[in-house]
């Protein structure tokens, strides 16, 4: 059928901030999916409250609105656009709840608005448990056994008739949250009473457990004339039980014959035939390895994380092809994009096996539950691409960046067998590691499969890898050995280490032997018809398919998986450098790791590499294209690192050089630099051992900031009060050395701002500064940032901008950099520079409408501001305020603590503009989800220092009618300043919750939480109760302030919302 | 491992190692693009004399099993491959991918580019090639391949050379071996056909003389006009008795009503290909092995088109406007490959149970 013709206008909602779960993926389905409508001639209405992201660019859509994605603000948008039609399907579970909310309250019926995509009933029948457990009986697809529970008894009767152990998915969360598996009735309690208060329906899932069964996935598309196909289906490495985000998956599946493949794919297209599936969607299948028996896990009625990763495994665009279902176009009729010449109606066959790995964000929660199960903890996945599994997984490994280049990890490697046994049976993230070293320990494969119930045929491909490495051991620069062990997607640094020479000599002796990889083209046909995809792997192999051409050429480089401190803002930036590059008329080649980010979109560059962003696999990409140069200004900390490597070896680093990056990176380099611009930072030292940190820090004076050299987001980053504290710290945190020292620094508790500033190497530009609302010892990615800023003088944001111009100049910047600063007693201190484009520079684009990654790009590639009509110094500020709100995912990760400090924790960000500053914060904290309700009691339970801070906050609480609830001491505090405060009983360390203020919170009689713990270490018994409370505060679902800054802002809002009340 | 060659006529040679068998060989070079079901493939008799060329880089991850045979004795020539699994695991597996072509005699290369051996095909055609030991005289190994006239009797040593039973309570159809799939049995087995399989010369007199409800025309290798006598016979049977042909079925099928057949320049072997029912717009993946086609040029008025690839329109089947008689290009029996074209054997059944009335 052609496209419609009586619609016009679509509207279109993104999925929000990024959470575990819910990320980068979907920038790429929206970003997409609006293309592809505009592509048609449709106008497009975005709404997305993410301002990091593609989508919300103004070339993407016709009208983009970057508003909290609720009710109240949807409703107006819609009221005032008017659309024809909504497509909710494509902004994740965020999208489809929105829509289903809107539909319940009638608008869109009011303003005739047209739902358009899965319809919502057969949103609600794949969803909804009773209703999909209905379907599938009626169509003959197997279930798990199962009953819905809406009370926790219901669920311990219905977990008696199926057997335990038992699995407990709640209905309507996201990325299965607060899900889990169960061995007792005790376990059962807790999970279900959490799962019913998470979802939205107050309904979970009690279902038999069938571990142990493979689980596979199909991605599969239907439109509206019925023709269905699926896009692809992978198998995940591990059993069923860890959620398929959390999973190694592979693509295709490796191990079923074509009669079971057939088999599941028949059971697939017979679901959303059945649901009536308008678009893309996947579903979720566990197959018995020892029968034909199988069950159907899930179904997703919408684009997701694994049709991003189909869609790049395959090169088929699973979102521009559900958004054409979407406005009526059938298969039959679109074009395959890949090909150009056969049509969408196809399933891809694939001569390549791809390789997904999570990256999971416990480098940064050390203390984080590293369990995995049916709740997704990863925040960010690699992909890789290879021709067989070996090479496709090593790629994979690779590409994490946790410091490992091959399936070998030290803390594998030091684990006695007794840990090793249960790493391998108890599935953590890190479980590939340890079963790759329990196979170097001569654990049969056979034993290790009937531990993990991991198919043997990928056990085996883990024993081939080891083999491989005891033959290079004994066959040192054997050339047939080394061609064999890269065909296996070793590394040269894995076989230097064999070898025991440098890595460079491995290069070397592959390039006299003339080992070098080829690359090969991802073409949706397996080579059946000619295609022109710029999608290229490296393979080593005997035909090259990637030509050189004749145009100039610059490399970009990505920066590679997600995770906490460098998230979706720096494949934002990939992306316009990449378009920057190509209005120059130059050829802009990416390479990245990504699956599920806009830049690995292989219509974004002229090229797409994708690849391990290592020295090496970058290094092939440019012995192969020759660029002019490489651009690291935009990929992150991950490009940042390759520059010094690549310069060495030749390359042309473009912009900003490596000897002034270190300037910026190095302590002692950049604290020079910092004295020869007369710029005065905290005082502050590097320590190599603990003696020489207490001598440092007793120099500078308590509190002091500590925390190890060369990281990102603030790794293991801590504010210390005292010597006991700091001893402890040197013992517990880090390991010392003369090679990675310590970075000891005063504290200055003062107010944060942060600039990002382009320069051409004589001018600066300052697009803006943004100011945190959170004091210094929060750390900047978790701080609500407000431009323009609200509260400093003049002659401060002078001494900023001349800072700023000072630094830029100083460091010799061409292109972007991003300067931290603290206000202390009314004096600017910098804290911290970046070389680089940070991760406020989508932020700071939107608000103030330059095109910050595309200047700073023009920099690099020679031009200058003057040229291209900018003035130098701070931009002119608009009329509006905007306010950043960090976003996090504390309900998917058991055991880590909420408690904002100096590392980041947060997974995304939302945004806010308004008039006013009330108004825009307001916004903010209803995009990032924090609401507060208009009345009821605020919890306080707060540190000593900060007590009389908390008076004044109570005060107005109390003044605009909230109620106040507080522990003895902050209680006691209150009450001799005239506050009326119920005191409830602290923990105390005990177990028993009962007249507890955890009991309080659990029976809702809490609107809010705040709870500081301040600088000095607490008693043992002090910081387990904060934990427990923030624990609580965070499953129910109840904001909770950790800053007392926060706390001011929030209460700013609440005052501007509410109407005085006086007696006369 | 000992190295093998594959040598091919436009004098690529492609050095790997030795799989399967250990004999020289010579056949046409062609390739599938299925990501699974290599042992469905394999047995299949329609690749005859030919050289598989498996695009998918890993062959064998499942082994092989005893269920998975589409015939006895697989006649395909030699296999080639970029990897065999040495571990394969499957509940079903008796043995691996390397085990099982050496029992049938088949020999192999593996460590091959395939990719590169695709493109080569995809660009210039189906070509002989050779897969021969490694040895010093590629010279004269290439002036011999080039010299190998490539055997036109495929269909001969596919088909059962005597007729055979395989008994059920339904209906009456006698299938005509050119090479069949035994999957084709399987469906009409599973319908509760009651079957006679005859070799592919048995005349029209001995097949009326059965007075079955239906006649299979199956699917088989090579060239359907080196099978002279099937036409002759099809002629006479057609409008007596009901027929369903499938692949070399339905091109024998269609030549015996007068179109006419062309060697397509790399054929359609794999199992993602596109048809359109031409009455319903209704579209099925289905599964496909042929090197030739009917052309849809001057096509016979007595036929209709009723199915085409929707990619480059070829034509996939056809129906006779006034006898119960269809036919398919593709194969609706599946295996391996998509089960979506299944129905095509209910309505064969129909078609039969209505011409009784």
Redesign the interface.
Known sequence: MPKRNDIKKIMIIGSGPIIIGQAAEFDYAGTQACLALKEEGYEVVLVNSNPATIMTDREIADTVYIEPITLEFVSKILRKERPDALLPTLGGQTGLNMAMELSKTGILEELNVELLGTKLSAIDQAEDRELFKELCESINEPLCASDIATTVEEAINIADKIGYPIIVRPAFTMGGTGGGICDTEEELREIVANGLKLSPVTQCLIEESIAGYKEIEYEVMRDS???A?VVCNMENFDPVGVHTGDSIVFA????????E??ML??ASLNIIRALKIEGGCNVQLALD???YEYRVIEVNPRVSRSSALASKATGYPIAKMSAKIAIGMT??EIINPVTN???A?????????VAKIARFPFDKFENGDRHLGTQMKATGEVMAIG???EESLLKAVRSLEIGVFHNEMTEAIEADDEKLYEKMVKTQDDRLFYVSEAIRRGIPIEEIADLTKI???FL?KL??IVEIENQLKVNIFEPELLKTAKKNGFSDREIAKLWNVTPEEVRRRRQENKIIPVY?MVDT??????SSTPYFYSTY???NESKRSDKEKIIVLGSGPIRIGQGVEFDYATVHCVKAIQALGKEAIVINSNPETVSTDFSISDKLYFEPLTFEDVMNVIDLEEPLGVIVQFGGQTAINLAEPLSKAGVKILGTQVEDLDRAEDRDLFEKALQDLDIPQPPGATATNEEEAVANANKIGYPVLIRPSFVLGGRAMEIINNEKDLRDYMNRAVKASPEHPVLVDSYLQGQECEVDAICDGKEVLLPGIMEHIERAGVHSGDSMAVYPPQNLSQAIIDTIVDYTKRLAIGLNCIGMMNIQFVIYEEQVYVIEVNPRASRTVPFLSKVTNIPMAQLATQMILGENLKDLGYEAGLAPTPDMVHVKAPVFSFTKLAKVDSLLGPEMKSTGEAMGSDVTLEKALYKSFEAAKLHMADYGSVLFTVADEDKEETLALAKDFAEIGYSLVATAGTAAFLKENGLYVREVEKLAGGEDEEGTLVEDIRQGRVQAVVNTMGNTRASLTTATDGFRIRQEAISRGIPLFTSLDTVAAILKVMQSRSFTTKNI | MSKRLLILEDGTIFEGEALGANLDVTGELVFNTGMTGYQESITDQSYNGQILTFTYPIVGNYGVNRDDYESIHPTCKAVVVHEAARRPSNWRMQMSFDEFLKSKNIPGITGVDTRAITKIVREHGTMKASLVQARDEVDHQMSQLQATVLPTNQVETSSTATAYPSPNTGRKVVVVDFGLKHSILRELSKRECNLTVVPYNTSAKEILEMEPDGVMLTNGPGDPTDVPEAIEMIKEVQGKIPIFGICLGHQLFSLANGATTYKMKFGHRGFNHAVREVATGRIDFTSQNHGYAVSSENLPEDLMITHVEINDNSVEGVRHKYFPAFSVQFHPDAAPGPHDASYLFDDFMDLMDNFKK
């Open positions: 004339a019925d023709n196909i295709p599946s490796q191990t079923l014959s074509d009669n493949y057939q794919r028949d390895p020892n029968s298969l039959d010449k056969t049509y109606m196809f399933e891809p066959a694939l001569d390549y096996v021709r067989n599994i198919d043997i045929f085996d024993l081939y090969k046909c397996a080579a059946e018809f000619e192999e005997w035909e």
